[in-house]
């Protein structure tokens, strides 16, 4: 059974950090490329980043640039989205998927499995 569990979330006061996680089970990891997205209240859900677990090649928002970083632990199954510098327009649930294409993108429709979910609230 194909498994992503995100982790890491909370709340937070604006300008701090905060690390999600993405345990993933049920399929060869190192063939797939793991997505991180997020969906705000009332807005449409948006890719954030992704890394190829193949060739550790990465993709960011460019609005999200410099703040977030990817990163993969092929031992253990993870990948990790370090977030700094939030601000309130970083409030959102993110999800972390998972991608047969080696190549990662930030376009949803590619992902074939889905995490429940974390929320991230940053207050102001």
């Known amino acids: 059974e194909v498994q992503l569990v995100e982790s890491g979330g909370g709340l937070v006061q604006a300008g701090g950090s905060l690390r999600l996680s993405c345990a993933a089970s049920g399929f060869t990891f190192d063939d797939y490329s793991i997505g991180w997205f997020r969906q705000a209240p009332g807005k449409e859900r948006e890719g954030v980043s992704c890394i190829s677990n193949s060739d550790g090649s990465t993709y960011y928002a460019d609005s999200l640039k410099g703040r977030f970083t990817i990163s993969s632990d092929n031992a253990k199954n993870t990948v990790y989205l370090q977030m700094t510098s939030l601000n309130a327009e970083d409030t959102a649930v993110y999800y972390c998927?998972?991608?047969?294409?080696?190549?990662?993108?930030?376009?949803?429709?590619?992902?074939?499995?889905w995490g429940q979910g974390t929320q991230v609230t940053v207050s102001s």
């Open positions: 998927a998972a991608d047969p294409d080696p190549f990662c993108s930030g376009i949803s429709y590619y992902y074939h499995y």
